[in-house]
């Protein structure tokens, strides 16, 4: 099983709302990762977990609150956000290979959120 | 800083053509590469890793090649059809604002196979 899922597909909340994007996988990878991705451009790093334990950060917004309570599962609590965070957010997870991170990376396929 | 450069930016070809994307990367010490491929509006699939000792991996029509010392890599497609219309990501190792590993993505290739 190499799937990594993502719920909900698409997700559309006011700026006020409070919601949870979701991934989940089942390959035993003990790092996962958020992703960003606008439109027309490539994905941007948002957080690193490893061994379920926070190790990146990448100077995210507080309004974005990631979660890692096992091992299979990655969440992203989102709260007060701005239409400008409406994207395509990506879920993935890799072993964690001897020289870091960034062995092979299964991506989930997507929540499609709007902001409005 | 690691940066990643694909050219062409999009691409529009008949069907059966073979064709060649590439990829440049400004800090050859690289310990691997992966090619990827992203369909509108969905998540992305790995095509494959090449690892720094290889020059290059194949899988079924697709043939990646990796030329370190030049900072090159290039991803082969042979009989294009227009199931392989989608965009082609390169991808390789690159350091966080902290100093950790990530992955540095180029902007991609769209690639268009016309039947």
């Known amino acids: 099983d190499t799937e990594v899922t993502q719920t909900p597909k698409h997700l559309v909340m006011g700026m006020t709302n409070k919601k949870s994007l979701k991934c989940e996988q089942h390959m035993g990878h003990r790092a996962m990762y958020w992703y960003k991705q606008k439109a027309k451009k490539p994905p941007e790093l948002m957080f690193v977990?490893?061994?379920?334990?926070?190790?990146i950060n990448e100077s995210v917004p507080s309004r974005f609150s990631p979660e890692c309570p096992n091992s299979s599962l990655l969440n992203l609590h989102l709260h007060a956000l701005q239409p400008e965070d409406s994207a395509l957010y990506l879920c993935a997870s890799s072993r964690l290979g001897s020289q870091g991170s960034t062995d092979t990376q299964y991506f989930g396929p997507g929540t499609r959120l709007t902001v409005l | 800083k690691q940066e990643v450069t694909q050219i062409p930016a999009a691409l529009s070809v008949p069907e059966g053509e073979n064709l060649v994307l590439n990829c440049s990367f400004t800090d050859s010490a690289i310990y691997n590469l992966q090619w990827f491929r992203q369909d509108p509006g969905k998540g992305l699939t790995s095509l494959l890793l090449i690892q720094s000792s290889q020059r290059e991996q194949t899988s079924g029509r697709l043939n990646a090649s990796l030329d370190k010392s030049s900072g090159r890599s290039t991803l082969y497609i042979a009989a294009s059809q227009p199931g392989d219309s989608a965009t082609y990501l390169c991808?390789?190792?690159?350091?966080?604002?902290?100093?950790?590993?990530?992955?540095?993505f180029g902007k991609g290739t769209k690639l268009t196979v016309n039947p």
């Open positions: 991808a390789v190792p690159g350091l966080t604002q902290g100093g950790s590993e990530k992955l540095v």
């Open positions: 977990y490893s061994y379920e334990k926070l190790s």
